[in-house]
């Protein structure tokens, strides 16, 4: 669909870089988090958790009880023992079931931290034979099949066949905030103060667990250190239990998790496994491509339905071809659920297609560049849904000024030369190598009219107040939607106010996920600017409330006219707009260590319009770090279905010595249903990353096609080349 | 026990071995100093003890008694008016805000003139998942060559 002309009219907020909004407040520390609040009688929580990945609970006892001890087991829970979302499968507290461990059990609560330590509490647990490994499991909780054309007649179109497997592990979203809420028991229901991602999501699971109607269940969310889709469902898990501690004892209770029990209780990204089977002509270009991911849900389908969606989307990256066939499968384990983090099942199918096409080159003898020259995707192709791609379709423009910012084909040279010489003399060798990506942003077609999200716009005497359920949890969400609603009502950016995203004051614009918050709240907000503007008229707003009294406007999602997406049969229109990147990352591997050193980064990137460019760099700086630790770094060691490494000094998490220097640009191809031509930014700089590094890898001569490729697998590379070269 | 923190004095009553950060979060309710981990690995907790950077959750009170210890409060005040405060804003080196206080605190110490090596080295100790930390480095590069060229005039 070709992008709406717009009056192009001079931005005088949209594209600027203003002080963010609570900027001030987060350096001086003033900014307040969930674990900074005081409530008078607060008690504090603490999680009692299965210890055996599978099996039946028989029973559980308890040691010496402090007096003002509070226990609150599964019988406590006045409605439905599970956490609504997408299945009611998962329980809040194990009843007798254990389906993974780490599940919780008992919830305890004192106002005195020690005393809470010290009780000592004993599970009996009955464990039985647990599924561990994803390959074997037969148990799917979502099976999802695209079809385009037809395969067989692509296959016989080919000249070469090129087959391939490639994995990715699990990876811990580490926001350094740990999980924590405060639940408040009140008259008549229970407030909620949490680090969380979707205030929604967390008032609809509890309805369901306290069975209290939604309007006495409140939600607010409170300053937020991190999220990356860790706060998108587990919060509801989190919030439940200090809500049943809460009203069980009628006081205040705060549950903030340590870090440990952070990484072994929370969701993670899930460990995938992705075979391609591709059929190619003699000169590159793509004629089939077969493809089959699977993916680690865990013990519970949490989000896992949606990850695998988004997985299969763009499991054939921005390329063309007309005959393809992708299965993709959700497979339960008796591991802990994983769930949403940042690119959400993107960044692993882009993971496996970015480095297959390297493969594929290789197997043709031609320049990996101009095999993706070749085939990426233009406007007016369509994609493996066959969504037909408008001008706004970038791939091309993103891959030739990576290739010119970061001089990929001299240093690729360069690098070739140093290379030879190293291999005899035993020293550093380099490495590059390049990703092109992209990234739907929003939910799905059909997903963004099921949401319906609403927005609405206050007037106030001064300007006008900002009441959306979409949180800021570091990406500025305040700030950029303050810019968008300026620029629509040609205001100064200090007239806008942002109200506090809280169940009882604004309305449900869906979840910060996705993507979405910028392209899609950000538009029903601007069209929020367009009605108040109209109402206004002439005058101003202090004027128009002594005549008429007080305005609030609301909009609702408005899906693009054009826009058809057929969920039975996964066809048609997937998402709104693709943002398209391309990474470029040159690497030095040192051959006594093993140790992979990113030395230079070039990130090119798509995303329609930078409503606020230093806002938008820094997700591209922030996820594309977060990428290569991804591939090089980030393993959870799971051992018995427990992660045996919970703690950051053996979680490696990358560090100011290990990120490199980026090289940042933004390219703008606007897309006609976002503000200003916005698409969204926060998670493709996460798709790209991790294949260009491997790429870069391949280029030096290690063939990885397992991630993280850690130091103790480069080293046996390192060392089977060596014997090879002498 | 008498803390004297941000050039006032506070009375603590505290276990020894309490650890600096509780007392600073709890007792002398400045909460602009985080926990990241417990273990001293990620950095939010950062203080100074004479103007030395240290995890304060890994310091037993009893350790910092007598010592001066400046928290994130102490750097510019409740406005945030720090060079570096200032500058970490314009270039987006704060995002979810929460290591914020304690890259600040390590940022505070570095040297004028410092390379970018040597930031780096400095801020070795404080995680940041949000920015990928060139933003952080651009501020502290600005904030430093502000400071350079206000002392040239
Ligand atoms: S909380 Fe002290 S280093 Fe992490
Ligand atoms: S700004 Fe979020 S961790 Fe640094």
């Not at chain 1, 087959?163 to 979203?173: D, I, K, L």
């Not at chain 1, 006495?216 to 999220?227: D, M, Y």
């Not at chain 1, 106010?497 to 029903?524: F, K, L, Q, Y």
């Not at chain 2, 570095?110 to 480095?137: D, F, K, M, Q």
Request: proline content about 7%.
């Amino acid at each position: 669909m070709p992008p709406r002309p717009r009056r192009p009219r001079p931005l005088s907020v949209v594209g600027t870089s203003p002080p963010r909004l609570e900027g001030a407040a987060k350096v001086a520390g003033t900014a307040r988090y969930v674990d900074d609040l005081e409530f008078p009688g607060l008690l504090l929580g603490r999680t009692i958790r299965s210890t055996v990945p599978r099996g039946e609970l028989l029973g559980w006892s308890m040691g010496r009880r402090p007096r003002g001890l509070h226990v609150v087991s599964a019988a406590d829970i006045p409605g439905r023992n599970a956490i609504a979302l997408l299945e009611p499968d998962q329980p809040c507290l194990v009843r007798r079931e254990i389906r993974h461990a780490a599940e919780p059990v008992l919830l305890l609560a004192h106002e005195d931290r020690d005393a809470l330590a010290s009780v000592a509490v004993e599970l009996r647990e009955r464990p039985r034979k647990a599924q561990l490994d994803v390959r074997a499991s037969r148990s799917f909780c979502k099976e999802i099949l695209i079809e385009k054309g037809n395969l067989s007649r692509g296959f016989a179109r080919a000249d070469r066949i090129v087959e391939g497997e490639y994995t990715t592990g699990h990876q811990e979203q580490l926001y350094v905030e740990t999980q924590g809420v405060i639940a408040v028991p009140e008259k008549d229901g229970v407030t909620i103060y949490g680090s969380l991602q979707c205030p929604y999501y967390v008032q609809k699971a509890l309805v369901e667990l306290l069975s209290l109607p939604p309007e006495r269940v409140r939600i607010i969310q409170v300053e937020t250190g991190g999220g990356f889709g860790g706060k998108e469902e587990y919060p509801s898990m989190i919030a439940g239990h200090a809500a049943l501690l809460a009203l069980k004892s009628g006081r205040p209770v705060k549950l903030v998790y340590d870090r440990s029990e952070d990484m072994l209780a929370t969701t993670k990204r899930h460990p995938s496994i992705v075979r391609h089977k591709t059929g190619v002509r003699r000169d590159g270009s793509l004629t089939a491509m077969q493809i089959d991911v699977l993916l680690d849900a865990g013990a519970y389908v949490t989000l896992s339905p949606v990850v695998l969606s988004r997985g299969v989307l763009h499991a054939a990256g921005p390329y063309r071809c007309e005959d393809v066939q992708i299965l993709g499968r959700a497979a339960m384990t008796n591991t802990p659920p994983n769930g949403a983090f940042r690119g959400f099942g993107a960044p692993q199918t882009q993971f496996a297609v970015e480095v297959h096409m390297e493969r594929i080159a290789e197997a043709l003898g031609i320049d990996p560049l101009e095999l993706r020259r070749r085939n990426a995707l233009r406007p007016g192709d369509t994609t493996a849904t066959g969504q037909r791609l408008g001008a706004d379709c970038s791939a091309l423009p993103c891959l030739e000024s990576a290739v010119r910012r970061s001089r990929f084909v001299a240093r690729r040279r360069a690098i070739e030369k140093h290379n030879a010489k190293a291999r005899v003399s035993g020293g550093p060798l380099r490495g590059i190598g390049l990703a092109l990506f992209f990234h739907g942003s929003g939910f799905t077609g059909a997903g963004e009219v099921k949401l319906a999200s609403r927005a609405a716009l206050e007037l106030t005497p001064t300007g006008a107040r900002i009441l959306v359920a979409s949180t800021e949890i570091g990406q500025g969400t305040r700030t950029i939607l303050s810019q968008i609603v300026a620029e629509e009502l040609g205001w100064p950016l200090s007239r806008i106010e942002v109200a506090d995203p809280d169940t009882r004051e604004v309305p449900d614009s869906g979840p910060t996920v996705a993507s979405r918050t910028c392209m899609i709240v950000g538009e029903i907000l601007r069209r929020c600017a367009q009605s108040l503007k109209r109402a206004l008229g002439r005058m101003t707003p202090r004027q128009y409330l002594a005549k008429n009294g007080p305005l609030v406007v609301t909009e609702q999602y408005d899906r693009p006219k054009s826009m058809h997406w057929d969920d039975v049969h996964y066809r048609g229109d997937a998402y709104g707009a693709y943002g398209y990147g391309c990474d470029v990352i040159e690497l030095e591997i040192d051959p006594v260590t093993a140790e992979v050193r990113p030395a230079e980064v070039t990130a090119v990137q798509d995303i329609g319009r930078a409503i606020h460019p230093v806002l938008a760099a820094g997700q591209i700086e922030g996820g594309t770090a977060q990428g290569i630790a991804f591939a090089l770094a980030e393993e959870v060691v799971m051992r018995d279905g427990r992660m045996a490494n919970a703690q950051l000094t053996n979680y490696a998490v990358p560090t100011p010595l290990d990120t490199p220097p980026m090289q940042v640009e933004i390219l703008e191809f606007p897309y006609g249903h976002g503000p200003f031509g916005a698409k969204g930014v926060g998670e493709m700089p996460i798709d790209g990353p991790s294949p260009a590094v491997v790429n870069a890898l391949r280029h030096a001569g290690l063939d990885i096609r397992d991630i993280p490729a850690v130091p103790e697998r480069i080293a046996g590379l390192v060392d089977s080349m060596r014997g090879a070269a002498t | 026990m008498k803390l004297r923190i941000n050039g006032t004095t506070f009375r603590v009553e505290a276990h020894p071995l309490e650890r600096l950060l509780d007392v600073l979060r709890i007792q002398c309710k400045l909460t602009g100093t985080k926990e990241g981990c417990g273990e001293g690995e990620c950095g939010a907790c950062t203080v100074l003890l004479d103007g030395e950077p240290v995890n304060a959750c890994l310091v037993p009170v009893a350790h910092a008694e007598g010592r001066s210890i400046t928290t994130i409060e102490g750097l510019g005040g409740t406005e945030g008016s720090h060079p570096l405060q200032r500058s970490f804003v314009e270039q987006g080196a704060a995002q979810c805000g929460f290591c914020t206080p304690g890259m600040l605190i390590s940022a505070s110490v570095i040297p004028a003139g410092a390379r970018r090596e040597e930031i780096r080295c400095a801020l070795a100790g404080n995680l940041c998942r949000c920015t990928g930390y060139s933003a952080v480095y651009r501020a502290v590069e600005l904030a430093r060559a502000k400071r350079a060229r206000r002392r040239a005039r």
